[in-house]
């Protein structure tokens, strides 16, 4: 059984998403990381700097959301949101999964504070780097991996979608708008999507969001 840590609308809805596409059982526990009082000391133990998303998995715990997207993906391999080790599109697969850490969050975060490029020092590079690696990967197929969604597509996926339309930092590019298109037709995102707006709404997070 995996226990999911989670808090709706954060940066463990990507993984919120991919348990959906995964179809396996899960139960969440809740994570209150908006509390004025801040979270427990006791997470801790299951994730050092008291962030979500992570997960327990009969006892193996994950933290990291490519680390956990690895791992999950892997593990119920039988869903086929990998390229399985031999394959020549896992390179690119797991190049994007670590993108999607280390270069797509932390420039859109940036970004959104207004600041589009932090120096040479900083390891991620420019926002403008990456909306042009975006373009460039999604230019050529329908997915980020090519022509199969992948575990990738729901981090990928994820950055691009909050980056569009809660930060609305991305330009308006219809090949983004064509790929977000594909994934929000997918069932598991409208019902990993209406889950996580059932659940800030009963966190009183809604404010005049309209249900999607």
């Known amino acids: 059984m995996i226990t999911f ?3 709706p609308w954060s940066r463990a809805s990507s993984i919120h998403w991919l348990l959906e596409e995964l179809g396996v059982p899960f139960s969440f526990s809740a994570v209150a990381i908006r509390a004025k009082e801040g979270v427990p000391e006791a997470y801790r133990s299951i994730q050092p700097n008291k ?3 992570a ?7 994950v933290t990291e959301r490519a680390a956990i997207t690895i ?3 892997d593990v119920f391999a039988e869903a086929g949101l990998a390229p399985a080790p031999g394959d020549s599109a896992r390179a690119r697969y797991l190049t994007w999964l670590v993108y999607a850490d280390s270069v797509l ?3 859109v975060a940036a970004k959104g504070h207004g600041i589009d490029f932090m120096g040479p020092r900083y390891s991620y590079g420019s926002f403008a780097e990456m909306v042009a690696n975006l373009e460039k990967a999604l230019s050529s197929g329908p997915y980020i991996v090519g022509d199969r969604f992948t575990a990738a597509d729901t981090q990928i996926g994820s950055g691009i ?3 569009t339309n809660v930060l609305r930092v991305l330009p308006d590019n219809p090949v983004f708008k064509a790929y977000l298109d594909r994934l929000a037709a997918r069932p598991a995102f409208q019902r990993y999507s209406q889950r996580e707006f059932e659940m800030a709404k009963a966190a009183g997070m809604l404010e005049g969001v309209r249900q999607p």
């Not at 997960?55 to 715990?61: E, Q, Y």
């Open 5 to 7: 840590y989670h808090a």
């Open 51 to 53: 962030k979500v998303p």
């Open 55 to 61: 997960i327990d998995h009969d006892g193996t715990v």
């Open 71 to 73: 791992y999950l993906a």
């Open 105 to 107: 969050d932390p420039v």
């Open 161 to 163: 979608h909050y980056a």
